[in-house]
């Protein structure tokens, strides 16, 4: 039976198990299967433009031997890594955490906010809203500049983003969330709860489109097509 | 059991029943209701702005009355009458299908084209795609032409839609097709073997979208909140 | 002899005489005669984006019954309310006051800033922006957040309007102020005296345009026409 | 008597008068006086680049003497030489019929076509358009290539227009026309009646914003505040 | 004595010596050396977005491997493959042929053309225009659609792209021509000659710019600081 | 043997002679002569834009003098005084140091800041970015609001413009600086010291620019071809 296959490109497992938590309430009993996979070749977490650029090659190769059984992948790493490239390669839908989770934002407010997890990432992010044309919707990108290590320090990790969060509502005027990671799913009810403002987690928003697709068929997408 | 309500604001049956089958497979036994209601009181068809900001109070009224069983609620007019009017009002997520369906295109090709009925709509459109800020990712917007009574001619309707999007795709540039109204479905098939590249039905877009959202739960959007 | 009417959509007699004194300056001998009337039907203040889409169908009657004797017709409230409906159904030219008030502002300074009454507004405006494609002009839009009852407090109503002016010319790098209401004209002169930058009163910069418009004659527009 | 004065920058009184003849019926008794001249120091028409950097100075020195007796000032040529030059020099608020003309043609059509006399002028009024931010709403510019000499014809000039016209109208999906020079006033009613969209005059649309504004008094403009 | 490296990350030699040939003008007897190199694990041509990504770790050991001895570092394939995972590692600037050939572009004409030579880049570089903010000034994007091994075929070549030029300069608007594509610099003479308007040849354009911040010295950029 | 005049459009000596210097580095021993000349007619220092357009008089009749002997032209002004109308006149290729300052920043950060002398000159350079397109990039411009006086108090000029590179990183989100004058390279090295980010010193650029186009050869431009 086909299956989403949601591709974490880093090797982090608890990730990938975060991710599968969070996208659990998308799965159905007579909807497509959703299977998560951590993508072993990945560094620990993806932060730099080079950790993107090298993921895309292990990556291609796993959907690529999972294409006979796929009905639609997600990459969910924040920075879309090989989404295109994977268009290319594939004939089922792919999708890109960024990318959906920013479309799906426009549908809950009118200026979107980021929280990144590096300040290293903003300007990467930032030419990839200018890419998909949205940069006049985005209120600001505001990064908790906390470490892989402490990442797991959770109050710390908490404090950071309704910090971050705050600042993107009241200074920047974002009236909606997008959480710039993946793995992150369990800040999504405090983030709610302290700012009163829509929060969305990317990989959820990737799913539902996923889901859709799957159900609905058709042509996969024009981006990877080669004429 | 709390129910997603895709309101049709016109008052024709015939396109709530297109509508119903479309989103078919989008149905699931473990999923959230999804039931398609006529609004009686609207005009045959929404051409005008008039009829877009006419509908608007018995749209409110409709779903007013189903507040307490709605999960969530879809307007399925290109035009997206009431949209915020009914964010302002219910406490659960609204979507609009205009909305929704140029947001679901983003993510399938680069440049967005549009198949309109009338022309009329065309600028009304334009407003909106500016409103939402994707102005530079649409190719352009063209209209069949057909008015009510000869829609109803399946042969016409198909011929000139192939026609709109033939003209959309090679003489600008679009790779993705939105059909610019509900109730067309039945011509997504066709369009998609003959043009080559994917056709987004905007009622499937925005159901898809919605069953996410209430599958996650969390805060509705911020369209809508009187601070 | 055909007259301009400036209809405020809302209920308040108070507002209409208000902006009745703004554009007496404008009222020329042997110009068009410039009317000034209330809708009724109107709620007391037009605070929400229902509010807005409620007063379309009885601004649409009112006007209808005019169209006889109207050179033109301006919308006196900045949300615009019924202005491309108005401008299908009538065959005279149609002015909304914050489309003229922002057009107006593009031409005496840079970046336009704009006080709004309250909050809730400033995401409909922002979306009327960008429909109008002038967000790239637009340095901010800030509220000063007094509700109607307390409007009538004029000490606290104008405090409010010059911290909002100082912020927008200060923090934002606005040079000219857009007042995103109509019936605040007698704030106009303190505004720019205490900012030293031109500020737009927008009832008196459509009725200024809708006089120029009904003397030179022309074509009405194209927005509403119905091909 | 405050006057508002319309500079002709061009040394072609012909060109004045036919100026002085469109703004007549924005002339009341009542109402500020409204003088045309013509810049005796500027070429016989304004065409490069050169030419419109060249008429700066005579135009602010014949300004200057003017400064007095000025209630505002409309400089009637489509590049607008020395707007900003003139916003610094003068008290009273100065008007360019080019960002007049552009301005007053977005309330009037949701795209804004405009007929250049010569080709080389399109680069430079392209470069304007982006700085007042509005090129979202430009449709396309086109010239009806016609040189000085042979504006005389009338028959060639109406004929070209026309063509133009129909060209932004119907391949580029302008609905609104701007005339892009001065002194064409008497094509205008032609071109509306050719084409069934607006056309809006340049020198008019300034010559109603200016009206209004020394009616209306209050502070001048941004632009030139030397601070 | 430090070299700016000019890396073509085809494996094809041919292009290398074709680059070769394109700065050697830009060789000086006391300016840094220039020296051009083919990266030989790169594919014979980069056409999708598979072959740009899988590029990247090669072209970042090699560069790696001169890090010591470079001055500057150019990437000579139109898609900037790599681009910001080698500002990252390296402590040199480094630049892109098609950043750098569109951006010196933008200073000899208003809107630019680019000449491709496969259908399946444009959209590869829209999405890259539209990071680099430039979407504004583009006219249009044209392929000449001819295969890697017809491209030896000068006749065929040459001619595409005097047809391409000529629709961009004609159809769309264009006044200067970026060729989109490294190695063709040979064409650049005819095709200026027979369009009458600018051609930027991005490496030439790439190696002026590094050949200034070479000599300039200062901090390299802000693009890979890993904050 | 063709010279690159670099010319400095107002009249203090000292200014050219700093210019000189910061360009000393792009002179090569067989590279084209770079001469920079200092126009006497203009004023002491160009603040306004009525000595913006003041200059551009004598600064074309200054370059049709050195026509015959020149390689190209470098306005050294970073309002770009006649930039299209020396283009028109000269067969050579023309560079405005603010085109080629802000084109450089655009390779070395995301978001440009420009840090001017007085804040009269911050609309005029909006309305610069304006047109050419690239306000989408621009972080924030500040101004040191130094008088022409006190620029010779070194301390005091260093430490303003200190203050506002750090505001414009800090606050607004710049990786990129480019200094918004002609004449302060000296400061060049202590604000990428203090700051940590690249600064653009737009005479450098331009004439980087210049000598690669000289070297390279081909069609001039296209802003200045009168058709």
Same mark, same amino acid.
């Given at each position: 039976m086909p299956t989403i296959y949601v591709i974490n490109p880093n090797s982090t497992e608890a990730v990938t198990e975060t991710i599968d938590q969070a996208i659990e309430p998308l799965r159905s009993s007579d909807g497509p299967g959703i299977e998560c996979l951590t993508l072993a070749e990945g560094p620990p977490g993806i932060q730099t433009q080079r950790d993107v650029d090298g993921v895309v090659e292990p990556l291609l190769r796993r959907a690529a031997a999972l294409e006979n059984h796929a009905a639609a992948f997600v990459i969910a790493c924040f920075s879309d890594p090989?989404?295109?490239?994977?268009r290319e390669q594939s004939a089922r839908p792919v999708f890109g955490i960024a990318e959906?989770?920013?479309?799906?934002?426009?549908? *809950?407010?009118? !200026?979107?906010?980021?929280?990144?997890?590096?300040p290293v990432s903003i300007r990467r992010h930032l030419r990839y809203y200018g890419a998909m044309g949205v940069t006049g919707r985005l209120a600001a990108e505001?990064?908790?500049?906390?470490?892989?290590?402490?990442?797991?320090?959770?109050?710390?990790?908490?404090? !950071? *983003?309704?910090?971050?969060?705050?600042?993107? !509502?009241?200074?920047?005027g974002a009236d909606v969330i997008v959480m710039g990671c993946a793995g992150m799913t369990k800040y999504r009810p405090v983030l709610e709860d302290e700012l009163g403002i829509p929060v969305v987690e990317p990989t959820q928003a990737a799913v539902t489109m996923a889901v859709g697709r799957v159900r609905l068929g058709g042509t996969a997408c024009s981006f990877g097509a080669v004429e």
């Open positions: 090989g989404l295109h490239s994977l959906c989770g920013v479309l799906t934002a426009l549908s *809950m407010g009118h !200026r979107f906010g980021v929280i990144a997890i590096l505001l990064a908790i500049n906390v470490n892989v290590v402490d990442l797991a320090n959770q109050d710390l990790t908490r404090s !950071r *983003m309704i910090d971050c969060g705050r600042a993107l !509502r009241d200074a920047h």
